[in-house]
């Protein structure tokens, strides 16, 4: 059954950078499209951002556009979503989605 753990996350200042990892076991991820989303204190759980199985086409929210990447390593049963020039706002927990499965999320909290 597919698995999913997310790293990465941590506190970074306004204007600084993280990669945020997740790794899936269980089942080949090459499958499955796959998501980021996020959820700050207070606020429902939002997309972020999203691959085809070969990303192909990948696509980001509004707010993220420019700022952030997404990309999978398949061969590694990995996905990754790179965010630069973070914000204030961009603090949530970030979960990674695939296959139906939800990682537990990682902490990402940006100080101005």
């Known amino acids: 059954q597919l698995q999913l753990v997310e790293s990465g996350g941590g506190l970074v200042q306004s204007g600084g950078s993280l990669r945020l990892s997740c790794a899936a076991s269980?089942?080949?991820?090459?499958?499955?499209?796959v998501a980021w989303f996020r959820q700050a204190p207070g606020k429902e759980r939002e997309g972020v951002s999203c691959?085809?199985?070969?990303?192909?086409?990948?696509n980001y929210a509004d707010s993220v556009k420019g700022r952030f990447t997404i990309s999978r390593d398949n061969a590694k049963n990995m996905v990754y979503l790179q965010m630069n020039s973070l914000k204030p706002e961009d603090t949530a927990v970030y979960y990674c989605?695939?296959?139906?499965?939800w990682g537990q999320g990682t902490q990402v909290t940006v100080s101005s």
């Open positions: 989605n695939g296959g139906g499965k």
């Open positions: 269980g089942s080949n991820l090459d499958r499955y499209a």
């Open positions: 691959a085809t199985t070969r990303s192909d086409v990948t």
